[in-house]
């Protein structure tokens, strides 16, 4: 085990009620011509016109890219790259959940670096100038991308999400502004705060975890388990809305730092080949693999389990089982699907599981799980995971 530990988190953080409003003073301090990327729903909703006010207002012009319409792309980077060259742009603004943050930090890269986005995979480049500053402002309590180094653009030519790690990607700002969170539906409400409530498990869960990222997972798991089921039912509530978004940069900050495990390996593919929405489909997967994990991390999951339930003496492994069945019962309350109820053909499903279980393990993200599964092991917890029931105990894969 090492004896020190490196946690990486953008340079500035802003956060609270009215924190977009400072978005035009912050840009002053980083360039004069910025891109926002973001999307209809903002501009439907009146944010992005917002935005471009509040920069004019500090003397920066702005060009805007609205093409994010499903998770990222390298269409999508390469139409707004494209944009920003051509308006001479030095700053980039991402208005939006995690798909225009990460397109967002991808433009950043290769504005300064040139190439292609699947160059950067792996490692096996590494931007050699600094990125074009980016400021990130997220409208979702749920990926936290904000507070992280990593992009996930799924690659056009092949169906995978490239998962790309590296300090170029890291926002070199954050405004957290809970109220750009009130208008999301309930559906994206809970998707995106079961997204939050997984990067949070799985970075207390990975054996990179450390002792800071341990303090903010688990207090970013507090946050969102106390907090969801009203944010679900009552967008208006703005207590909830808050913690949600401060739950959610937690969990972010923790999980760039812890790195992210089997559900997140097992769900890229997922939302590549089906185009289900990232948070669904980490949902979709979790209460398994937890019980896919359960015996080589028994005192965590029970840490876990006393935040779902603190009054009481557990044993760890009483604590650890309510922990999974507390998810589980979560997801009931919030009509979370599984991957059948979300609509996947059964058949099609099953032709692309090996393909999907060896795109997982090629992730690397696997690896760092508590308990690390063979090829045949991935494949065979994707087809538990295709019918599994949330309502009652579902069944592990041994």
């Avoid at 995690?98 to 991808?106: E, L, P, Q, R, W």
Wanted: hydrophobic share 40%.
């Amino acid at each position: 085990m090492n004896s020190f530990f490196t946690l990486r988190t953008p340079p500035s953080i802003t956060y609270g009620p009215d924190s977009f409003l400072k978005i035009g003073e912050q840009a002053a301090q980083k360039g004069k011509n910025a891109l926002i990327i973001s999307d209809k729903v903002m501009e439907h909703l009146g944010n992005v016109e917002k935005c471009k006010i509040f920069l004019k207002n500090c003397e920066v012009d702005s060009t805007v890219y609205l093409g994010v319409e499903t998770e990222p792309t390298d269409h999508y980077v390469a139409e707004a790259l494209k944009i920003f060259r051509a308006n001479g742009c030095d700053l980039i603004i991402s208005l939006g959940g995690g798909s225009c943050i990460d397109t967002a930090k991808a433009v950043s890269v290769l504005a300064a670096n040139d190439g292609n986005i699947d160059e950067f995979v792996g490692g096996k480049r590494l931007a050699k100038l600094p990125p074009i500053p980016h400021i990130a402002i997220p409208t979702t309590a749920g990926t936290g991308s904000e507070a992280t180094d990593v992009t996930v653009i799924t690659n056009t030519s092949n169906q995978v999400k490239m998962m790309i790690k590296q300090p170029a990607f890291m926002p070199a700002a954050a405004i957290v502004d809970p109220g750009l969170s009130k208008s999301s539906p309930k559906h994206v409400t809970a998707a995106t705060g079961v997204d939050a409530l997984s990067h949070a498990i799985e970075a207390y869960l990975s054996k990179k975890s450390h002792p800071m990222t341990d303090m903010l997972a688990l207090s970013a798991v507090e946050l969102i388990v106390n907090n969801i089921r009203d944010a679900y039912t009552d967008g208006s509530n703005m207590v909830s809305r808050e913690k949600m978004a401060l739950g959610s940069l937690k969990a972010g900050m923790a999980f760039t730092n812890a790195s992210v495990c089997l559900v997140h390996g097992m769900s890229r593919p997922i939302g590549a080949l089906f185009h289900v929405p990232h948070g669904f489909s980490n949902a979709m997967l979790l209460p398994a693999v937890l019980e896919f994990s359960r015996d080589s991390c028994i005192e965590r999951l029970a840490d876990l389990g006393r935040i779902f339930r603190p009054d009481g003496e557990l044993s760890d492994e009483e604590a650890a089982d309510i922990a999974v069945e507390s998810v589980k019962g979560l997801y009931s309350d919030l009509n979370i699907p599984n991957l059948k109820g979300w609509g996947i053909d059964e058949k099609e499903f099953y032709l692309a599981v090996e393909k999907m279980a060896k795109d997982a393990m090629d992730s690397g993200s696997p690896a760092n799980n508590p308990r690390v599964p063979t090829l045949q092991e991935l494949q065979e917890l994707y087809m538990t995971c295709y019918d599994y029931q949330f309502s009652g105990r579902g069944a592990a894969a041994k």
